[in-house]
Each structure stands twice: as C-alpha cells, then as structure tokens.
C-alpha cells in the first residue's frame, strides 16, 4: 500500500507543480502551491506509518503551520499587489528582468 | 480491504479534483477542489494512522486556509474568469512536459523501490496511550524549540498580514452629511430602484420597470447580469434582455452607489485611492483580473502600431468597407 | 719602447686634480640648481669655474714636467667606487702627458669659447641654462680623459653623450634642433652600446678595468680576443667622432648654438674617439686587424667628409663635414701605431685650436648676419669685419695645410706616416688633402670674398671684444701651434711615457716628394675654388648641380641609407608587433570579452522577469535532480 500512498502523492505533486506554471491569477497559483504541500504531506505521514515513527507526523504538522503563516503573508502581498496594480496576475510583475 | 477501497476511492477523487483546480477557469472552483483534495487527504491521514493530523488537515486547511483564500479571491474580485490563452511561448508545453516527466520518474523510482509491509504506529503509540498523546510528547519534548520558532512565526506572519493589508486613510472618513451632499450633487439623490420595484419576476437578476414603464438598468448588479449574459439565462422579453446586456457589458448604467462614494472619496490628489477594492465599478475596473491581452508582451506591441499605421495609410478603404 | 710605469701620487698639484673636474661640475649644479635667481651672475660662474679648471690643469702640467720623462705617469686614487666581489673599480684619475693634454685643450679651448658665449649667447633668455651645460660638458669630458678606468671613462663618455643632447637641443623649440638633438642621441647610443660591450669583454679577459694592469697584460690575451675588443672599441669611437659609419649626427648637430657646435663638435668631444683608440693602444698594438679597420673607416670618413663639405651651402654643415674629414685624419694616424699617436694627437690639438677658431668665426659671421647661415647670402664679408675675416683667414690657411702654419705639421705628418705604412691609404689621404683645400676655399671665398650677396635688412659688423679676443687666441694657437709640436719632435717625446715611443723618430723633411704632391693637389684645389667662388658670381639659389654634387650635398645618402637598412624595418618591426598585439593579444583578449560579453547578452534574456519562467526551469532542476539521482542510485 506504500508504494501507492507515495505515487499518488507524487501524482498530486506533479499537478501541482505543474498548475504553477501554467496559471497566472496569483491565488490559484497560491492554491497549486497549497497542493504540492498537501502532497509532500501525504508522503510524511506515509512514511511515518511505514516505519512506525511519530517523526513523520510531527514534521507533517510543522508544515502544515508554516503554510498556514506563509497563505496569510502571501494573500497579504497578492492584496497589496492589488490594491497598486489593479492585477493579481503573476505575469504582470515583471519589472524585474533584463 | 476496507484501506485498499478507500484509498482507491479516495486516490481517483483526490487526483481528479487536484485536475480541476489546475484546469478550471474560475478561481472559486478551483478553491473548492482544492477543498476536495484536502478533505480526501484528511481521510486518507485518517486511515494511516494519522488520526490527529487529519483532524488538523480539516481544522487548519480547509477550515481556515481555505476560507482565507475564498475571502481574498471575492475580496479582489469573484466576477472574472482567468483566461486560459498562455502568453509565455513554450510553457505550457514544457510545464507538461516537466511535470509529467517528474511524475513518472518519481512514479517508476518509487514503484522500483523494495517496499515491505508497513511496520505501523501501534508500536510508537501504545506506551503514551494513543496517537495523540504520542505526538503531544514529541512536540513538547524533542521538538519544543521548534515548536516555540514555529509560533513566533506565526505572530511575525499576523503581524505582517496586517501590515502588509493596512491602509492608511488619507481623507478624513466621509460623514453623512458629506455622503448626502455627494449624493445630491451626483446622478441619482433618490435611492436607486430595487429589483423589487415593479418587478415583474421575484429573481434578482431581472431589472424593475419603471413608474413609467421604462426598463430600469439601474436595478441590476453588473457582476450578476453578466453572469446571466454568459449563462445564456436572458429573458424572452427583448427590452429586458437588452437591458441586462446592456448592464453586462457596462455600456448602460451601473449601480451608483460606487460613483457616490467616488464622488466623496476622489479628493485631489488621490484618485487611485478612491478604487475600492472588490466594489463593482465601470467596465475598465474589471480587467485587472480577467486581462486577457494585457500581458506587455513585446511581440504583441508592434502589431498594435502596425494595424493602427496601416489603418492610417488607408482611412478611405476603411470607410468604403 | 713601452709606455712608462704608473705610478701612485700624493699630494702636490697632482693630488688636487679632481679639482679639474670638481669644478666645473659645481658650477653646473649651481647654475641648474640656482634657477632664475643666478641669472645675472651665471655667464660669470660659469666662465670663472672654466678658467679655475683650466689653472688646476696648467699646474699639474707644469708639475709633471718637473717631473723625469719616466716619471710622468701618475695615478691619484680617488676613492672606491664599486666594491663588489670581482669587481672592484677604484675610481682613480691618471695624470699622464696624453691625458693632461686633452685636460689643458679641453679647459683651455672650452674656456676661450665659455667667454665668446657670453657675447654670443648675450641675448638669450636661457643663457644661465647654456653655461650650466657647457660646465658640465666640461666636467664629463674632463672625466672621460682623466679617468684611469675604463668605467669612468664610460661615465665621461655617457655625461659628454648628454651634454651633447642638451646642448643640440638647446633652442628646444625649434623642431630641428629637437630633432638633430634626438637623432644624435640615437646614434652615440649605437656606438655606446660597441664600448659597453667592449668594455664587458675587457673585464671578462682582464677582471680589471684598470689601464695599468690592462695594458701590461694586453700582450698575454689573444689576438682574437683582442680584435674583438678592439673593434668594440672602435664601434664606441665611430659614434662619438662621427666615423663612418656612425656619422649621419653630426651634421645635423650643427642646429646647436655655434659655440656648442665649436666646442663639442669641433674641438674636444668629437675626438674622444681618437683619445679612445690612442689610450687603448696597447690593445689595438695586439691586434693588427683592428688597426688595419681603424685606418680604413679613418680614410673613408676624411674622404667622406671632405666630399660632403664641397657641397654644402651652410656654413656650419661645411665646417660639419670638414670636421668629419679632419677626424678621419686623425683616426687614420691612430690605426698606425705608436709613430701615428703622436701625429693624430697633436693633428687634434691643433685641429682644435683652428676649427674652433673657424666655428667661432662662423659664429660671429652669423651674429653679424642675423643668425643667416646660407653662404649663398655671404660675400664680401672681408672688408666689414676685418678681426674676424683675418683670424677665420688663418684658421683656414692652417687647415689647407698652408706651409709652416698649424695645419700643414700636423697633416703632413700623418700623411708622410701613412704613406710609410701602406701607399694607398696615403694617396687617399693626399687626396682628401686636396679636396679640403677646395671646399675651405670654397667656404672661404663665399664669405669673405666675392660680391656682396646680402639680404636686404642685413647690416653685417665686427662682434664685440668678448667674441673677438678668443678669435685671436685662438688663431694664434692655429698658426703656431703645428710648428710647436711637431717641429724637433718635441711632442713626440712629451707623449712617449703616456703611449710609447716608436722604435725610430720621424725625421720631418719639409720639401718630400709626398709634401709637394700634397702642396700642388691644395694650390689646385684653392685656385679652382677662387676661380669658381672668388672671381666669378655665386647664384643665389644653389645649382642643380651633377649627380656627384647632390651626392654630396645628401651626405652621400647616409641618412638614406640608414632610413632603408634600420628605420623601415624597425618601423616594419614595430608594425608587425602592433599589428599582433592589436590583432593577436588583444584579439584574443577583446574576443574572450566580446565572446562572455555578447554570451551574457543572449543569455540575459533568459532572464524574462516572468515567475512562472523561473518555476519552469527550478521544476526542470528538480526534475533532472530526481533523475540523476536514480541513475546514480542505481549504479
């Protein structure tokens, strides 16, 4: 069953990573992000179960608080962002190139 | 058995939705499939012996971040779909390309790998007496500093959102009597007509007739009469569907409302500051989301110069046309 | 007979004849230090400090001949100058007849024309500046010819290489003068570098550079190293005397002022050549290779010379070239040996006395003429300045050769020795005898003689005393000077401690089969040029003249010729190596930068300010890490 567990979180990684790339409105790119997360997590608290250590758990949790802190600064900036450029697209900021 | 059923279920529903978020236009349902996979995850914790982060998934992520992003998505605007032309050459193409091929290369490591049978948590659980226990004593022994960094995070990042959010007002807030004396001095001093008003449905989405039988445009939102126009929900009656797109494409009257409140806020000076956020305005206020061209993209530039040049060398065949 | 034993001094004059050299060194550091402030008085310091040397000088001289004939070489030990293992030159001054001859010539000569300068030179702004040098060309020279170590003698030889730069370039603003004064440069440098490595070749053989134990060791070195150094030497000498082939500075060198061009390239510099080839006899004795080359560039150049001096309408040029030639007599009575020491020695002594006389009156012609230096513009000279007219007249009747004055003991002395030593390097020599009657005449007779050819604005008068009474001293030296010497052999003895005695004295017949020839081929050559330049009418402009005529008026193509064999291809040289180092190094170098630079260019435009770009390629990274890590993994 692990090996299930791990191939679909790679699967939903994948999506994720790939919903970055390929969305511009910020917030689904925020959310895309949000998956990957979610993945990643799935696959610690799958190895947790198959090596019978908490340790997995643990550091799932810690992830989940950091996204949490990191989705109110990020939604902060989208709305700052807004609130200037009239545009939550990601394309939009790209004064900072050659 | 229960598990592999579960899983299944679970694998197809939460790989689906994760499509879905990546493939649906409008932002809100990609917000709630990704409510979806994060509900499925939760149970999928649950089943693995995750009882307290699943609990957690429900509680943190689609309970609190989830509403977070719902918020701040109606908060800069519900009513505009994403569009779906990519701008960037190649990357479409060559994100698939990437993603699948991580996919597959993690897939095939993964599924080469020799994985025995799980050794389960039971063993690391029993001796604190059950998952949660066993976890409360790792965070609040090995993992204390961690856990201590982990909450002043959390303040920095309150204490940023509010910082990063907060707007100073630079007009003294308007009284009521500088709401009425803008409300005089604009368009409509008299409220505007509610849907109700001789109405001759009970939708809210079907502008009132006026007193003297005349379609009032005035009566219906912007963002809910263009929600009709791309539903194809039209009236049969003509003057009423030419009134509802006539309000969707912002060539009719809009809601006042806004202009009052303009009309109040716009003192010289700070005009972008009148731009409220998420109020429905006139038609250039919604491009900021929807922007299908708006992507300074070089190539697009001189086209635009060539057509309006060649639009000037021949004004005459323009004409005959 | 060998040269005397040397022998160390104390005390006495002898003992303070760095003083000599102190002196005149002084002056020049005063007057160089001293700015504007020394101005008024400079001319006067420098005058003064000239004739001390020039008293120091005479005191040693008369102290030495109180000395025994083998007694008169004396060594004074100044101080160590370079202890360092091998080499350890103590820096010494020999006093011996050789050298305190040129000492007195030198003081003597030099400090006639420091008081003819102070006339001469009385409206120039930087006359301080000009007395400055002439002390220290005075003090280097002094130098070169006292010093009793090759080392210091190179020392002399380099200050008198400077003094002579600066004082060609003297009027700096005349891009001429910064030319010539380069050009001369340049070419000393060619000969210095054939003394330098003489010199280095002296001490490898030797370990010494001391004269003494050099040249009473020189008989045990072999006579091919001895050519060799020889050679060398004469390399050094041909581009301070202005020897073929070396001699393309000199003529140019006359853009200096005309006392410069009368002391250091008439009278004392110019023949420390002849004192070099003299001083090393010993070593060209041992060498008869070297000798036969040395009498050989000798002859040449007096031809050359002369040739170059019979066409050439400024004066001073014409002097140039005589001088040339007059050198060349004296370098060909070097190449002979101990019985040609004596002979081109006093030849240069007396040569100094009326060539300097010559320049001056050159000079003072030119003060008289505004600094005119066309002979074609002469003429007629005679009758308005009458000092001058009559001593440039004995100058010029001693260099002819006339009977019984300066020139003709002298000359008719080498010429006799060479035709005693090799028959055609003495024909040759009657020949240029012959030649030199002509142009002199021919310089002569333009100046003084023939019709008034005067610019309009010309008022031509006799120079003030300070310029007129070196003249006269100076042509008495011309007229007496010869007989002095030579007659009863009496400077053959003075110098035979210093150089050696031949093995028999010449006895001088005053009516030989050669002095007649050489008499009849100077009355030839005077009566043509009276007939062509005296009696008859001198176009202004100069003639087309023959092939021979501009041959000689282009210094027989020698700039020509160095312009084909060393300036073309150096300028190639230097082209090749600009054109690799453009091309080459700094192409390689440019096209390393213009490669990165124009590389950077394309790749900056990776850089789209696009995040979703940037995830694109981390996505890609993460990718390719995974894979790599499974194909590694899996090794």
């Known amino acids: ?98 | 058995m229960g598990e592999t059923i579960t899983f299944w279920v679970l694998a197809v529903v939460s790989v689906v939705a994760a499509l879905g978020l990546v493939f649906s236009r409008k932002a809100v349902y990609s917000a709630l499939m990704l409510g979806v996979v994060m509900l499925s995850l939760a149970v999928l914790y649950a089943v693995q012996d995750a009882p307290f982060l699943a609990v957690v998934q429900i509680i943190v992520y689609t309970g609190a971040v989830m509403m977070l992003f719902l918020f701040v998505l109606m908060l800069v605007g519900v009513d505009s779909s994403d569009s779906l032309v990519e701008t960037i050459r190649g990357q479409r193409f060559w994100a698939v390309v990437a993603g699948l091929g991580f996919a597959v290369l993690l897939a095939v490591g993964i599924g080469n790998a020799v994985i025995g049978d799980p050794a389960g948590l039971s063993g690391a659980v029993t001796a604190d007496g059950g998952n949660v226990p066993a976890l409360a004593r790792l965070i609040f022994t090995r993992y204390v500093f961690a856990f201590e960094v982990t909450s002043a995070l959390l303040i920095t990042a309150a204490l940023g959102a509010m910082v990063l959010a907060h707007r100073e007002r630079s007009a003294p807030k308007a009284t009521q009597k500088d709401l009425s004396r803008a409300r005089f001095l604009g368009d409509h001093p008299t409220p505007l007509p509610g849907p109700g008003t001789y109405a001759r449905h009970n939708a809210i989405d079907m502008p009132a007739l006026l007193p003297d039988g005349s379609v009032s445009e005035l009566s219906v939102n912007r963002v809910i009469a263009r929600h009709d126009v791309e539903g194809g929900r039209l009236p049969d009656n003509p003057r009423l569907a030419q009134a509802i797109r006539n309000v969707a494409s912002g060539s009719g009257g809009t809601s006042p409302s806004p202009k009052v409140v303009q009309a109040v806020a716009e003192e010289p000076g700070s005009p972008s500051r009148s731009e409220g956020l998420g109020e429905p305005e006139g038609g250039g206020r919604s491009e900021g989301f929807s922007e299908p061209e708006v992507l300074g993209d070089a190539e697009d530039k001189p086209k635009v110069a060539q057509t309006a040049g060649r639009a000037a060398e021949h004004p005459v065949e323009e004409e005959g046309k | ?635």
């Open chain 3, 1 to 635: 007979m060998e040269p005397a034993e040397i022998v160390q001094h104390s005390g006495g004059v002898i003992g303070v004849s760095w003083l000599t050299i102190v002196l005149p060194l002084l002056g020049a550091a005063i007057l160089l230090l001293g700015g504007r402030r020394s101005d008024r008085w400079g001319h006067f310091l420098g005058v003064a400090m000239s004739l001390a040397s020039f008293v120091v000088a005479a005191l040693v001289f008369f102290e030495l001949l109180g000395l025994g004939a083998d007694q008169r070489r004396r060594l004074v030990q100044l101080y160590e100058f370079l202890p360092a293992g091998t080499v350890d030159v103590k820096l010494g001054l020999l006093l011996d007849p050789l050298s305190i001859s040129f000492a007195l010539l030198i003081t003597g000569v030099g400090s006639l024309i420091h008081i003819y300068s102070i006339g001469y030179m009385a409206h120039d702004p930087d006359r301080r500046r000009f007395f400055a040098y002439l002390n220290l060309f005075v003090a280097a020279m002094l130098l070169l010819v006292l010093s009793d170590n090759y080392l210091g003698l190179y020392i002399g030889w380099e200050g008198v290489g400077l003094a002579s730069y600066l004082l060609i370039g003297f009027w700096q603003h005349k891009p001429s003068a910064a030319a010539a004064a380069k050009k001369a440069f340049v070419v000393n440098r060619v000969g210095d570098m054939g003394l330098a490595l003489g010199i280095f070749v002296i001490f490898t053989t030797f370990g010494t550079l001391s004269f003494g134990p050099i040249f009473s060791h020189a008989s045990q070195a072999s006579q091919g190293t001895l050519t060799l150094i020889g050679l060398a030497l004469l390399v050094g000498a041909c581009g301070k005397s202005a020897q073929l082939p070396l001699q393309s500075w000199l003529l140019d060198a006359m853009e200096g002022p005309t006392p410069v061009s009368a002391l250091i390239h008439a009278a004392t510099m110019v023949t420390a050549g002849v004192y070099l080839v003299v001083r090393s006899g010993a070593i060209f004795e041992g060498a008869p290779t070297a000798q036969l080359v040395v009498t050989i560039v000798g002859v040449a150049t007096l031809l050359a010379g002369a040739i170059i001096g019979t066409a050439k309408d400024d004066i001073k040029k014409a002097l140039a070239g005589s001088t040339m030639s007059q050198i060349g007599y004296m370098m060909l009575a070097a190449g002979l040996g101990p019985v040609g020491y004596a002979f081109a020695i006093a030849h240069l002594i007396a040569h100094g006395f009326f060539k300097a006389s010559m320049f001056l009156g050159a000079g003072s012609v030119m003060h008289a003429m505004n600094d005119e230096v066309d002979m074609r513009k002469y003429g007629g000279l005679a009758s308005v300045m009458k000092i001058t007219w009559i001593t440039f007249g004995l100058g010029y009747l001693a260099i002819i050769g006339f009977p019984l004055l300066s020139g003709y003991w002298t000359k008719d002395g080498i010429i006799e020795t060479a035709m005693e030593h090799n028959a055609i390097l003495g024909w040759l020599a009657v020949a240029g005898a012959g030649i030199t009657g002509f142009y002199m005449s021919r310089v002569f007779f333009m100046t003084f003689h023939g019709e008034r050819r005067w610019d309009k604005d010309a008022h031509p008068h006799e120079s003030p005393a300070v310029m007129t009474w070196p003249l006269i001293i100076l042509s008495i030296g011309s007229v007496f000077g010869g007989a002095f010497l030579i007659a009863g052999n009496r400077f053959m003895e003075f110098l035979a401690p210093a150089v050696g005695r031949p093995e028999e004295m010449p006895s001088f017949q005053p009516f030989s089969l050669t002095g007649l020839v050489t008499l009849a081929l100077v009355a030839v050559g005077v009566v043509y040029a009276w007939l062509k330049y005296g009696r008859s009418a001198v176009p202004a402009v100069a003639p087309r003249g023959s092939f021979l005529t501009v041959f000689a008026r282009r210094d027989l193509y020698g700039d020509a010729l160095n312009e084909a064999l060393f300036m073309r291809p150096g300028q190639w040289l230097t082209r090749l190596a600009v054109f690799f180092d453009n091309r080459g190094v700094d192409g390689l170098v440019n096209g390393l930068a213009a490669l990165i630079g124009g590389t950077s260019g394309r790749l900056r435009r990776v850089q789209t300010g696009f995040v979703r770009s940037y995830a694109l390629s981390i996505f890609f990274g993460a990718a390719l890490l995974v894979g790599a890590w499974f194909v590694v993994g899996n090794l």
């Open chain 1, 1 to 98: 069953m692990t090996t299930h567990y791990l191939v679909l979180s790679a699967l939903l990684f994948a999506i994720g990573g790939v919903g970055v790339l390929v969305r511009r409105n910020a917030i689904v790119v925020f959310m895309c992000v949000e998956l990957m997360l979610n993945a990643c997590n799935l696959a610690f608290v799958t190895f947790a179960r198959q090596h019978g250590n908490l340790e997995g758990q643990i550091i799932a949790f810690f992830v989940m608080i950091v996204a949490a802190a990191e989705v109110v600064v990020g939604l902060a900036i989208i709305v700052t962002i807004f609130r200037t450029r009239r545009s939550a697209s990601v394309d939009d900021a790209n004064l900072l190139k050659y």
